[in-house]
T-cell receptor, first 112, second 110 residues
Framework: DAKTTQPPSMDCAEGRAANLPCNHSTISGNEYVYWYRQIHSQGPQYIIHGLKNNETNEMASLIITEDRKSSTLILPHATLRDTAVYYCIVRRGAENDYKLSFGAGTTVTVRA | DVKVTQSSRYLVKRTGEKVFLECVQDMDHENMFWYRQDPGLGLRLIYFSYDVKMKEKGDIPEGYSVSREKKERFSLILESASTNQTSMYLC?????????FGPGTRLTVL
C-alpha cells in the first residue's frame, strides 16, 4: 500500500472550516484514500473514503487532486468535539483485502 | 448502529500469565481485526480473520495467537504475557469499506 504524509499537528478555530492535507504521491490506480479519526480514549472512527472523485457525507468532504497524489479532508464547521487525531490511509480496493495501515496522523485541536 | 464490544477497558496482568482479550460484534461482519496502539508507533495490525476458524498474521503477530470459533467473536491470546505487551489493544470488524472499532482494552503487564 502507498505511504501517506500528513502534518503532525494543526489548530483550527471553532466554527471555521478545517482543511487537513495528505500527500500520497506513490498511490496506484486501484488504491483508495480513506480518512479515520480517533478521539481521545476511543477507538478510531471512519469518516470518508474516495477513489478519484470528490466525496461528501454528513461528517466531511474529501477533495482528491486530479493526479491523485494528494487529498484534503474538509470539516466544514469545526466544533470542539472534532478535536482528534486524523489518519489518512491509502488502501487497495481488492476484494477480501481490508487491512488498514495507520500512520502517525495529524493531531487537530479545535479552539474556542 | 454497529457495536463492537471488548471484554475489559482496563486489565492488569503479571509476566508469564496467559491473557485472553475478547471482542464481540453484533452486525454479522465477516472480517475482524486486532490492533495494538503505542505512543509514537500508531496502530499496528496483529492478526485478522476473514471467516470463522480462519486467521491471518498481520504486521506484528509474534507473541500472540487468535481464535475465531464463532462469527461474532474474535479472541486475542497472549500465551505468556511480557512487559513489552503493555499496550492499548483495539478490536475492529468490517463488512466492506468501513472498519468499526471497539473502545479498546488498556493492558498493563507487570
Amino acid at each position: 500500500d502507498a505511504k501517506t504524509t500528513q502534518p503532525p499537528s494543526m489548530d483550527c478555530a471553532e466554527g471555521r472550516a478545517a482543511n487537513l492535507p495528505c500527500n500520497h504521491s506513490t498511490i496506484s490506480g486501484n488504491e483508495y484514500v480513506y480518512w479515520y479519526r480517533q478521539i481521545h480514549s476511543q477507538g478510531p472512527q471512519y469518516i470518508i473514503h474516495g477513489l478519484k472523485n470528490n466525496e461528501t457525507n454528513e461528517m466531511a468532504s474529501l477533495i482528491i487532486t486530479e493526479d491523485r497524489k494528494s487529498s484534503t479532508l474538509i470539516l466544514p464547521h469545526a466544533t470542539l468535539r472534532d478535536t482528534a487525531v486524523y489518519y489518512c490511509i491509502v488502501r487497495r480496493g481488492a476484494e477480501n483485502d481490508y487491512k488498514l495501515s495507520f500512520g502517525a496522523g495529524t493531531t487537530v485541536t479545535v479552539r474556542a | 448502529d454497529v457495536k463492537v464490544t471488548q471484554s475489559s477497558r482496563y486489565l492488569v496482568k503479571r509476566t508469564g500469565e496467559k491473557v485472553f482479550l475478547e471482542c464481540v460484534q453484533d452486525m454479522d461482519h465477516e472480517n475482524m481485526f486486532w490492533y495494538r496502539q503505542d505512543p509514537g508507533l500508531g496502530l499496528r495490525l496483529i492478526y485478522f480473520s476473514y471467516d470463522v476458524k480462519m486467521k491471518e498474521k498481520g504486521d506484528i503477530p509474534e507473541g500472540y495467537s487468535v481464535s475465531r470459533e464463532k462469527k461474532e467473536r474474535f479472541s486475542l491470546i497472549l500465551e505468556s504475557a511480557s512487559t513489552n505487551q503493555t499496550s492499548m489493544y483495539l478490536c475492529a470488524s468490517s463488512y466492506y469499506n468501513e472498519q468499526f472499532f471497539g473502545p479498546g482494552t488498556r493492558l498493563t503487564v507487570l
